[in-house]
């Protein structure tokens, strides 16, 4: 399984980015794939999750602000953050489970900063 993450950067804050995710050795139609985050000097957490069927849910802290979405065909995941924060600065990843082992792709860094 590898999970591949793309698409940080810096933006100020108000802006906006997306991040997508690729997959391989998982197909994104059988199973639930999650983004998380790890702030600078902080535990990671939670940020979104889509399930097979396409259901969506959000971390309050970015609900509002960011949608998430996934191609079956391309086997492919988006998060596409709106109205970024300076507390949204951190590695982002995606992320399945499968059989009970977590796969965690790469990370992609998100900063947000005036």
């Known amino acids: 399984v590898q999970l591949q993450a793309s698409g940080g950067g810096s933006v100020q804050p108000g802006g906006s980015l997306r991040l997508s995710c690729a997959g391989s050795g998982v197909r994104f139609i059988l199973n639930t794939i999650d983004w998380y985050r790890q702030p600078p000097g902080r535990e990671r957490e939670y940020v979104a999750r889509i399930t097979s069927g396409g259901d969506t849910m959000f971390a309050d802290s970015v609900k509002g602000r960011f949608t998430l979405s996934k191609n079956n065909i391309k086997n492919t995941m988006t998060l596409q953050m709106n109205d970024l924060r300076p507390e949204d600065t951190a590695v982002y990843y995606c992320?399945?489970?499968?059989?009970?082992?977590?796969?965690w792709g790469q990370g992609t860094q998100v900063t947000v900063s005036s």
């Open positions: 992320h399945v489970k499968l059989f009970g082992t977590d796969w």
